[in-house]
């Protein structure tokens, strides 16, 4: 009997091998494939810049406004420094102010006074002593001119061509023009005298203004005290110096805070970034502007895009607080890490300082 031949059916097991292996085949090129064409890095983290809220002067704190995690405006109170000692300061600076400012104000008054009283005085004593010299002068000239007749009417005399009494009369004429002219003579010295009397009283004048310049100098002195007064309160108001988020806070109140004391760390959640260490033996496929997909442990089924900012310029080990010297001669050599930063493409809320992520450089 002739024998019939029948195909073996290849059974399950085997197939499922064969799927297991071809998959695994598939898998295996894509992972090279992308191997070759993407720098990956596990151990990246977000970074941002810290900024620490430290006061100008020592006090003890009496209000602390915000907590952490707060969104807080740019200059938004923070807390407040006790400045009632500073405010005890300013009030007494400001009610001796207002008191030199009413003695200024009376000196400027007086002045005023003193100078519209000062020069119409010696305005109307130069004018008397111009007409008393203008008097004087004709004075002389009756005198002069009664003495000339006196003398014409002595030789009249002598001749008999006139009387006695017309005699008697030209000298009496003569002396009266005599009496007047000293009569002139004193009245002008008189109007030289307030002349003087006058110009002196100007001098008064040069006391006040040299007083009004000394409360001048006392005003600047208490404006500028006042003014550094006016600073040490506001200093001791702690602001925000940015539009940001309270990251840490160190104080409560009741307590001393020192000059330069970190008081709050703040961020700026718009200002992240992922700052990565990347193998040197890597660094020759790493350029800037290249795209990346980062993956954030606290946010998974979700990456990010972004690309490469910046690379740094050393590796990390040259930052190394602790050295590590090699005396013995024995060598082990290590790859170094190159530093680089990448910037997000679009930042989201979600995006947290210190955050662990993980990073994949498209290099072709």
């Known amino acids: 009997m002739r024998a019939v031949f029948r195909p073996r059916m290849i059974g399950f097991k085997p197939l499922m091998a064969l799927f297991v292996i071809g ?22 983290r977000i970074k ?11 006090g003890r704190i009496t209000q602390v406004s915000i907590t952490e995690g707060e969104h807080v405006a740019r200059d938004q109170i923070l807390a407040l420094i006790d400045a009632s000692a500073t405010d005890a300061d300013l009030a007494v600076l400001a009610a001796e102010r207002a008191g030199v400012e009413k003695e200024r104000s009376e000196v400027v008054a007086e002045l005023k006074l003193q100078t519209a009283i000062g020069d119409s005085r010696v305005e109307m004593a130069r004018l008397l002593l111009k007409r008393s010299h203008a008097g004087l002068e004709q004075h002389k000239l009756d005198v002069s001119k009664s003495a000339e007749d006196l003398e014409r009417l002595e030789r009249l005399r002598r001749n008999e061509a006139i009387s006695v009494q017309q005699l008697s009369e030209a000298r009496y004429l003569h002396r009266s023009a005599e009496v007047r002219l ?3 003579e004193s ?12 110009e002196a009283e100007l001098l008064a004048q040069d006391v006040l203004e040299r007083r009004l310049e000394l409360i001048d100098n006392r005003l ?13 309160v506001e200093d001791r108001i702690i602001r925000s110096p940015i539009d940001g988020v309270i990251a840490r806070r160190f104080v409560e ?3 001393y ?8 760390l703040i961020y700026d959640p718009k200002n992240v970034w992922v700052e990565a260490n990347v193998k040197e033996t890597a660094l020759a496929k790493v350029q800037t502007n290249q795209t990346v997909a980062i993956a954030v442990d606290a946010i998974p089924k979700h990456e990010f895009p972004g690309f490469v900012k910046s690379i740094g ?52």
């Open 220 to 232: 600047s002195e208490l404006d500028a005290k006042l003014s550094k007064l006016q600073l040490d």
């Open 182 to 184: 000293r009569i002139a």
């Open 257 to 264: 805070a020192q000059t330069g004391q970190s008081m709050f």
């Open 23 to 44: 998959a695994s085949v598939v898998w295996l090129g894509q992972w090279l494939h992308h191997r070759s064409n993407h720098v990956h890095i596990i151990d990246a």
């Open 313 to 364: 310029s050393a590796a990390t080990s040259e930052f190394s607080l602790l050295p590590s010297p090699n005396p013995s001669g024995n060598f082990t050599k290590t790859t170094q890490r190159i530093p680089l930063w990448i910037q997000f493409e679009e930042v989201d809320d979600r995006l947290l300082p210190g955050m662990m992520v993980e990073v994949d450089i498209s290099v072709d």
């Open 253 to 255: 109140i009741g307590e």
């Open 187 to 198: 009245e002008l010295a008189e109007q030289q005298a307030a002349i003087a009397h006058a």
């Open 48 to 58: 941002t810049d810290m900024v620490a809220v430290a006061p100008r002067l020592p």
